[in-house]
């Protein structure tokens, strides 16, 4: 089975300051790991997203996203966040199995950006 | 850009009526999703449709529950007796055969039911 942690419900920020969202995850196969971002009264969004290949990752939105297997991590990045990255940022991970492809969700970040 | 639709945005129901929620998957996805999210908690998979036919379900899609695409575009969540516990936002999703691993989501339903 496998299950996503986002230790942080909510991170609040001054505009133009770096963040991170912490994202870990736990699962007995390997994974594809994702972002999605949900913006007020929207669906959610792709940000970002872990197939294979270079561990670093970068999304829409000048988000990037660093992939660390030892740690079971998959945290997100800005280096400098503005007003309109206000919204909830949800990590999600997908089991590298044929007969699934069912999305497991943590439990969202809400990200609140102050001017 | 295409995008997924949901309607309704929101839904009001007593306990026991039966819900239909609709979704609009952009044109050429071929398999679709609902997922769920009781308020403060994890979005949850509840089902993945393919072919006309279930391809996987969560023990939280039990009998109460049923998809179908009526019209071959409209993509539809039934939930014949509501429970309060059915109360949450539902989210549509597709994907299209060449991107697997991207689904695209609606804005949502909220359902609430008293």
Known sequence: AQSVTQLD????VFEEAPVELRC????????????????PNQGLQLLLKYLSGSTLVKGINGFEAEFNKSQTSFHLRKPSVHISDTAEYFCAVRPRL???????FGTGTRLQVFP | EPEVTQTPSHQVTQM?????????????HLYFYWYRQILGQKVEFLV???NN??????EIFDDQFSVERPDGSNFTLK?????????AMYFCA????SDQETQYFGPGTRLLVL
Do not use: A, M
């Open chain 1, 9 to 12: 419900s909510q991170v609040p």
């Open chain 1, 24 to 39: 870990n995850y736990s699962s007995s196969v390997s994974v594809y790991l994702f972002w999605y971002v949900q913006y």
């Open chain 1, 98 to 104: 044929y007969n699934t492809d069912k999305l497991i």
């Open chain 2, 16 to 28: 026991g009526q039966e819900v239909i929620l609709r979704c609009v998957p952009i044109s050429n």
């Open chain 2, 48 to 50: 993945s449709f393919y």
């Open chain 2, 53 to 58: 036919e279930i391809s996987e379900k969560s």
């Open chain 2, 79 to 87: 939930i014949r007796s509501t429970k309060l516990e059915d109360s």
């Open chain 2, 94 to 97: 597709t994907h299209k055969l």
